[in-house]
């Protein structure tokens, strides 16, 4: 059964940072390539941040790149993203997926 489970969201003050992790389960995590997807309430899913599944290649949506970053561990099955210097439009329901599914996702809250 594949599961993809987020945590580390939470309530950050404007400048603050968060760490999202991501534990997958019940696929081949190594040949996938992995993603950060955000949702804030009435607007369109973003995509924030991917990476390949060696983990040599990543990429950012522009209105994160040089605060974020994308990592993981392959050994772990695990998927992160380090989020710097927020924003209050950082706020959304941040989300893990793959190919073939995601996560729940977890919120993060800027605010002061």
């Known amino acids: 059964q594949v599961q993809l489970v987020e945590s580390g969201g939470g309530l950050v003050q404007p400048g603050g940072s968060l760490r999202l992790s991501c534990a997958a389960s019940?696929?081949?995590?190594?040949?996938?390539?992995m993603s950060w997807y955000r949702q804030a309430a009435g607007k369109e899913r973003e995509l924030v941040a991917s990476i390949t599944n060696s983990g040599g290649r990543t990429t950012y949506s522009d209105s994160v790149k040089g605060r974020f970053t994308i990592s993981r561990d392959n050994a772990k099955n695990m998927v992160y993203l380090q989020m710097n210097s927020l924003k209050f439009e950082d706020t959304a329901v941040y989300y893990c997926r793959y190919l073939l599914g995601r996560g729940q996702g977890t919120q993060v809250t800027v605010s002061s």
């Open positions: 019940g696929f081949a995590f190594s040949r996938y390539a």
